[in-house]
Antibody
């Protein structure tokens, strides 16, 4: 049973880069069975898929965020990270790290989520 | 890539059945049988309820069922229970390993 835990600053200044890390337990981040990704939910709004990374290193991003997003994997630490540059107040949201199980093409594992507020 | 359209709220009395629609386009819901549904209590992690349009993960009650017609997917909850009260989101594969979520539906048990 995979378990995910997000970590990172809860407050980021406008125009800076948001950085979050997800630590994976209960499984290997090098597994071909999963895509590792991020989903966010701004206050009062819907869930938004941000992007995913496969163990091969291939990345896939939401077209609306693609110019500002980077997702990377650290296999030595069994972690993956999200970097979102040039943030504005519109990027304030609860950020969840997630696992998409390739066999069922669905997000079957979710972290509890961490609130990131963009404010000066 | 626009959000899939769901009704903002649906309500029902205990024991009744309700259906939540999820309207997409020919680029997402209409092209793939890869719609999933999630149950979400704010402050908690969302939970997968339906995958590949109509399949239930192990442990999910048979009261939950999914279907699709054209560019609209649906989630039906039968025998509505108080514990079903939550937000529900659909999600569709949208090609090129991208995904789009619905606008979310708040289910209220009267």
């Amino acid at each position: 049973q995979l378990q995910l835990q997000e970590s990172g600053p809860g407050l980021v200044k406008p125009s800076e880069t948001l950085s979050l890390t997800c630590t994976v337990s209960g499984g290997s981040i090098s597994s071909s069975s999963y895509y590792w990704g991020w989903i966010r939910q701004p206050p009062g709004k819907e869930l938004e898929w941000i992007g995913s990374i496969y163990y091969s290193g291939n990345t896939y991003y939401n077209p609306s965020l693609k110019s500002r997003v980077t997702i990377s994997v650290d296999t030595s630490k069994n972690q993956f990270s999200l970097y979102l540059s040039s943030v504005t107040a519109a990027d304030t949201a609860v950020y969840h790290c997630v696992v998409l199980v390739t066999a069922i093409v669905s997000f079957d594992y979710w972290g509890q989520g961490t609130l990131v507020t963009v404010s000066s | 890539q626009s959000a899939l359209t769901q009704p903002a709220s649906v309500s029902g009395s205990p024991g009744q059945s309700i259906t939540i629609s999820c309207s997409g386009t020919s680029s997402d819901v209409g092209s793939y049988n890869l719609v999933s549904w999630y149950h979400h209590h704010p402050g908690k992690a969302p939970k997968l309820m339906i995958y590949e349009g109509s399949k239930r993960p192990s442990g999910v009650s048979s009261r939950f069922s999914g279907s699709k017609s054209g560019t609209t997917a649906s989630l039906t909850i039968s025998g509505l229970q108080a514990e079903d009260e939550a937000d529900y989101y659909c999600c569709s594969y949208a090609g090129s390993t991208t995904y789009v979520f619905g606008t979310g539906t708040k289910v209220t048990v009267l």
